[in-house]
């Protein structure tokens, strides 16, 4: 059963559950009428029903059990009566009583005791669903005593077929390690295993209760990390969140900072082309170079950007702001912003983290800046975060607009959200100081606002500003005096007599009339403003002595004998600092430097200012203090720690006797080129790393429709995954081309395209990749092979790897020398001239400057038959006959596509002219027109080349062959043996490749040979001729062997011919199935037949 299998029952058994409660809310009340209120009578209605001998009616209770469970209702009294039925062979019941158990396992834990033994040999059961749900209530039963049984049941599940099992296993390790911290240690030992799990269902569950039990063992990751960063994008989205912040921690503690300044960004960590051995020995310091470990993780993670999971992108983004280059950070940004779009709840994380984000990178959101903008509909909450990333973003060039913008919000309705923004204004003038004098301007207008939330505020902030420069704003001081009367808000008036009091000289004549009027209220006024009253008259006592030494004595009087007791003792404080006397001490003499002090101005700044210290995305930035379990980001080590810990070992697989999982698949590489092609690296350091680091899917197999001629489709969509892989090859033999000066517009348009369609293929490769993975079989691989042993198997099991390190080195170097784009021949006169010669081609296709060799290496064509067939006859095309043959080299064009000679001949009187192929295809073919031919004189020939992509597919191509005045419809049937390409591999490889390929990807027929074939160069001639493979070595006389790849999909194809006298066993092994039955068909005719 498949995983979609799986969430499916298990979600078809919870919805009708809560679908038969909905049903019951239509049931009159004498029935439906509460199943817990004083009608007992219902009660024993379910039980009844659960102890009934009928199936059905036990199913019915608990739909409807369920049902209530769903809605809230409490159902614990009917756990005794529901526990009977956990033995039931019924698996939709089995499935129910589960469902209820692990809700209220916990609570009624002696009664589930009793079913222990049910439980454990449910974990032998054959449905793999209800394997899982025995663990799930068996480590819901939070009992010391069972803790031994828990651990044997978690050790068992961790090695099951079935991932979703091991998923389950993984979530119950956290179960016991919260009921029995002392079993670490052992469950250590389980993490280690199911962390080396090639299921992308099981990695972020295993990873969860890697973080929750032993966080600190980075080693445990090692051995992993690279799968786990390929796996990354197929894992269901919460097990994304999980292991990104764990990856996040990780890079932190192996890889160096790449914030340096001699940061070098080359993905290819490898030395330019042209550069000398003395060059490299000149180089005294060496500049940062990026781990290509760390540019995985990068480049893995990209995709997920685009996550419909705002949790997702929100990881993702916190793990490039603490990861990535400074330069690349930009890319964070309009995900973030389309995270806005979303509910409140989201918002309100969403904007936290840019607000810190804005502190620091200011360029980043800028572009955004509108994004920002407050709307009515927004909660206050949300509106003040964004004034705060505002108020961040705010420079010279854009701090107009944004004033403007806050002129709207200071009239808003919300009172808390007009506050924020006034301190928003005075922020910005603090920060720039070109707008400080029309910030003060408009803060002393608001002044006069009807509104005393805006006037207060106004106040508090203009006391702020006027702490910078106050000689310079006595005006606005002495306009605050004017509106004191007005204004009734404690905080406010408080400030403007701190104001009077700190400035009194600057204005001598209003602060001892303010001092009066104050004297007159003291009594009704709030305690902050009589502590800044007090303030006032000393600091007036101490340099206005003679106006206010009364007015000081009074007030003093009238604070001696306040309720508040913070007054009184201010009040005696202050009377013996400034009143000298008797008793007074030396402090006196210093009262006016006391109290008169300059005080440095306030500095205006951000609230999230300091939470960069939480790493983003996290509860503890969040609420701006440290979570219980928050584990802190690392400093980036001075040194990198070794990175070889990372290389995964390739151990020789064992071979599977068993039928291979079948789910579509796709060449992950492809995928992986899309981003970077750091991989060469990795390909250097060892065989088997970059074979691990291809796509999770790789474990599963491609399976075929039968119906492969008609289904154009879905051939089309296999083919394109792996186009954007082999159009690497076509460097070589354009390389040949450059010279011809007539297809020098075509070639541009043609390198665009090709850049544009391996982009487009990458991607699409990349989005199915989720499907694969979620179609992983209960019949899966024993997770405790080890994953070691599976890298090597991924290497070699599906189409991609003929595709092999080899040529993608070759490429990737050529890169520098050869042209890119695509190259069309012109049609020369010539009827016998041929585009490309075998042996040329062979030279390139061999060309290696890599120090390391392949496993599977391309080849050159064994046998290329000069046979040509009829395409248009010259009857039919009136004068024009056309005929073509399979050259079996490498396409030019394409590395999917079939390359074809075309011969066309005029056997008329008169000149042919703009003879040329259709663009409509009316098939859907991809074909590559060769150069329309101008003029063909009477009687002459020429020879052009052209590539179709067949789709892995003998079903025809059919096109247009037109001339000036006629169009004639024609069409290019293939052999199957046409659709291959000659492959070398060495006999023990053979042999590891075929053992892959069994049980459906195998196809075998038994012949009887006539004596002239049974020799070996007669049937490596018959075979070589029907197909265009190559031949393999072999140390038996009596068995000869064939490999070969599909043009268009790379799938391998591997055929065998093992002799016994007088019969034959042919068997082909490949995942296109239908090519191989009908490879089969045609060796059999002709290793039957005997040459004439």
Known sequence: MSNNNVSYNEQVSLESGVDAAQENSSIPASVSGGLFSADYKKNEDLKEMLESNKDSQKLEAMKRIVGLIAKGKNASELFPAVVKNVASKNIELKKLVYVYLVRYAEEQQDLALLSISTFQRALKDPNQLIRASALRVLSSIRVPIIVPIMMLSIKEASTDLSPYVRKTAAHAIQKLYSLDPDQKEHLIEVIEKLLKDKSTLVAGSVVMAFEEVCPERIDLIHKNYRKLCNLLVDVEEWGQVVIIHMLTRYARTQFVSPWREDAVFDENSEKAFYDSEEERKVEQVKPYIMDPDHRLLLRNTKPLFQSRNTAVVMAVSQLYWHLAPKHELNIITKSLVRLLRSHREVQFIVLQNIATMSIQRKGMFEPFMK????????????????????????????????????????????????????????????????????????????????????????????????QTQPSQHSDIIKHMAKLFDNITVSMARASILWLMGEYCEHVPKIAPDVLRKMAKTFTSEEDIVKL??????????????????????????????????????????????????????????????????????????????????????????????????????????????????????????????????????????????????????????????????????????????????????????????SDSEKKKKTLKNKKLQQQKPDGKDRKQKNGNAVKGESRSESESASESSSSESSSESGSELDSDSDSDSGTDQKKNTRSKPVQSTLVTKVEKKEVSLLDLDDFSPAAVPSPKSSILSPSLLSDLQGLSISPTQSALQASSPVFVPETSHELLHRMTGKGLSAQYRFTRQPCIYGNSMVSLQLTLSNSSDQALENIHISEKSSTGQNIHRFNAIERLEPQASVTVSMGVDFNDSTQAANFQLCTKEDEFSVSIQPAVGELLLPITVSEADFSKEQGKLLGMNESSATITMTPENVSSQSVNRKVVSVANLGVIPSSQENIHRFAGKTVSSGCLVLVSVALKDPDAVITINTERTVMGSMLLRQLKTALTNSDP
């Open 532 to 721: 800044q009253t007090v303030n006032l008259a000393a600091k007036l006592y101490l340099t206005n002595s003679k106006q206010t030494k009364l007015l000081t004595q009074y007030i003093l009087n009238l604070g001696k004998y306040d309720q508040n007791y913070d007054i009184r003792d201010r009040t005696r404080f202050i009377r013996q600092l400034i009143v000298p006397n008797e008793k007074s001490g030396a402090l006196s003499k210093y009262a006016r430097r006391i109290l008169m002090a300059p005080k440095p101005a306030p500095v205006l700044q951000s609230a999230f200012k300091d939470r960069d210290r939480f790493q983003l995305g996290t509860l503890s930035h969040t609420l701006n203090s440290q979570a219980i379990g928050y584990l802190e980001l690392s400093d980036w080590p001075a040194v990198a720690p070794d990175q070889s810990v990372r290389i995964v070992e390739v151990v020789e697989p064992v071979k599977e006797t068993g039928a291979p999982v079948h789910g579509k698949s796709k060449p992950g590489k492809s995928s992986e080129k899309f981003y970077s092609d750091s991989e060469e690296e990795e390909e250097e350091e060892e065989e088997g790393s970059s074979s691990e680091d291809s796509s999770s899917s790789s474990e599963e197999s491609e399976s075929e429709s039968e119906s492969e001629e008609n289904s154009d489709d879905s051939n089309k969509s296999s083919s394109s995954q």
């Open 371 to 466: 994004s920002f903008y407050v709307r009515s509909t927004d909660a206050t909450h949300i509106k003040i975060l964004k004034l705060e990333i505002l108020t961040n973003l705010a420079n010279e060039a854009n701090i107009s607009t944004i004033l403007r913008e806050f002129q709207t919000y200071v009239k808003s309705q919300d009172k808390a959200f007009a506050a924020a923004t006034i301190q928003a204004i005075g922020r910005c003038a603090t920060d720039i100081s070109e707008v400080t004098d029309t910030c003060l301007n408009g803060l002393v207008l608001l002044l006069s606002n009807r509104d005393e939330t805006v006037v207060a505020e106004s106040v508090v902030v203009i006391k702020k500003l006027l």
